[in-house]
């Protein structure tokens, strides 16, 4: 691990000032379509707005190359899939930034396009007096399907501002204080005989009186649960039907436009960088895909084995790799892209911590962090008579997001990856080019179209999908000179390093000319005289 994390690590609260993790520093929504209105003024650069949300927010578009550029091969980078991870926003808008700023030579070649915030109405509630960890929007949305929306949600019941846990003392509960740390509680492992103490819910009331708390959240859709890969049907924050929200419709609304794509990185909770993603036979062969496969998967251990040189933190329990109805897994799955996802940011793990708010809190106290835990205090709670109820836990946002001051340094180490993944896009050249009399009038034009890249044209499942286009051979010899060879060819995809042979038989002398690509691959042009 590199300064910081080492840092934190043996300087203790010596890097942070006060003992805080003074995470509010996180720029607000105003704060940020500042900035964004600001790279959106660089001569490299547009901003679009897509749509606007429920709660009334835009949804922005960054493109960022020079020249033709959508016919370069692309880079997506999205932000905010998940409204808690806030850091998912910064490290998308400080990329954007910097290729502006820092970088604009790389453009020549990669177009980017940046959507820096996708849940900017979950977004907002780090910002507002009751702080939790939001995902859904701000569409009027009746969950537990009561015919009342929204009537069962959380409730400050220590009114500190923050929604954290409650736990309810009771003989017939699933849990127990954790060996680990007293502080957190964690599931009675039943295998081993033992019993539980404790109920434990979020922070809320059984506002409408179901027996059930906080199943009914005011707010709306969640963007990550939403997309049509494996969509949970009848799950809350989901939706009745998939792509239902104005924010994710003019998402995909804009990608299915831009054939340039040919790589996602996504900030979010899932982990298939540091972990890469792992083929099975059986599942690659269902109907229904539900399996990376095979030749992906060594694109994405290569790929991976580059952020891990790249990015000096290490991961901390890397078990999530995409849930339902995620973006980062549609992105592969329903639009064939190489597809690559990474929080961008874990505690660091402690040795004999198995339990992460545990090994998050050893790292707190080793930096004298001392405002990152609502210590448990009992409350009179309505539900509940005659029970011990207390509130208490983990203060929201602080596990998913690092101090802000931090930031920047994980940000110059993402962009480093996503510049050297750029480097490795599909690169179309003629190699071997041979232009031969064979008599009577007549010229055979043979080469190679080579693939000078470490990634190839097309995923594995690209070459499955109507939603990656195949490269495409123009020969354009006039008009009843090509006596041999298709004018017109369509090749499936060109792998790492690999070349297609092409030859024809040409009448007459002059000009011939070739153009050869696909945008996501770049196109090449080149002209022969006979």
């Not at 493109?63 to 550029?69: A, E, L």
């Not at 290729?99 to 177009?111: A, G, R, Y």
């Not at 946002?397 to 990856?417: L, Q, R």
Request: with cysteine; glycine share 8%; net charge negative.
């Amino acid at each position: 691990m590199k300064k910081f994390f080492f840092g934190c690590l043996l300087a203790g609260s010596v890097l942070i000032s006060g003992a805080s993790m003074a995470q509010n520093d996180y720029p607000t929504l105003s704060q940020l379509e500042q900035r964004l209105q600001k790279i959106g003024a660089s001569s490299n650069a547009s901003l679009e707005r897509l749509a606007q949300t429920p709660g009334g927010n835009p949804i922005w578009a960054l493109k960022i190359g020079s020249g033709n550029q959508d016919e370069k091969p692309a880079i997506a980078v999205v932000g905010g899939v998940e409204g808690f991870h806030v850091l998912s926003v910064e490290l998308a808008t400080q990329f954007a930034e910097k290729l502006i700023n820092e970088h604009s030579d790389v453009l020549e070649k990669t177009t980017f396009y940046i959507f820096p915030n996708m849940s900017p109405d979950a977004y907002a509630q780090y910002h507002a007096s009751l702080k939790y960890e939001r995902r859904g929007n701000g569409a009027s949305v009746d969950h537990d399907r009561d015919g009342t929306p929204g009537d069962n949600g959380y409730s400050d019941l220590n009114g500190d501002g923050y929604i954290t846990w409650m736990r309810v003392e009771d003989p017939m509960g699933d849990y127990v204080v954790s060996k680990e740390d007293e502080r957190v509680l964690v599931k009675a492992d039943r295998s081993k005989g033992e019993a539980g103490s404790y109920l434990v819910f979020k922070e809320s009331k059984d506002d409408d009186q179901d027996g059930n708390f906080a199943e009914d959240l005011k707010e709306g859709i969640a963007f990550n649960k939403s997309l049509t890969y494996k969509f949970p049907v009848f799950e809350p924050l989901a939706g009745d039907i998939a792509v239902s929200q104005p924010e994710s419709r003019a998402l995909l609304d804009y990608l299915f436009d831009q054939w340039n794509i040919f790589a996602f990185v996504t900030f979010s909770p899932a982990n298939n960088l540091s972990s890469p993603l792992k083929y099975n036979a059986q599942n690659a062969r269902k109907r229904v895909v539900t399996s990376i496969l095979q030749k992906d998967e060594a694109i994405n251990a290569m790929v991976s084995d580059l952020y891990k040189s790249t990015v000096s933190q290490k991961a901390f329990q890397q078990n999530n790799q995409g849930t339902d109805g995620d973006f980062f897994q549609w992105a592969y799955f329903h639009f064939a892209r190489l597809s690559y996802s990474t929080p961008g940011y874990w505690v660091p793990e402690f040795k004999g911590k198995s339990n992460a708010e545990a090994n998050y809190l050893a790292w707190a106290d080793s930096l004298g962090w001392n405002d990152v835990f609502v210590p448990w205090t009992e409350i009179s709670h309505p539900d509940f008579p005659g029970k011990k109820v207390e509130v208490g836990g983990i203060k929201p946002f602080v596990m998913a997001n690092p101090p802000y001051e931090k930031v920047g340094e994980i940000a110059d180490e993402h962009t480093d990856f996503i510049l050297k993944l750029a480097e490795m896009q599909p690169n179309l050249e003629v190699q071997n080019l041979k232009i031969e009399s064979i008599g009577n009038g007549l010229t055979r034009v043979s080469l190679d179209l080579f693939n000078n890249a470490p990634l190839p044209t097309h995923s594995e499942m690209g070459e499955r999908s109507r939603w990656l286009r195949k490269i495409r051979v123009d020969l354009n010899a006039g008009e009843d000179r090509l006596i041999s060879g298709e004018k017109i060819q369509l090749i499936d995809s060109i792998g790492a390093y690999e070349k297609v042979s092409l030859s024809w038989i040409i009448r007459g002398k002059g000009d011939v000319t070739l153009k050869a690509g696909a945008a996501h691959a770049g196109f090449i042009n080149a002209t022969f005289k006979l």
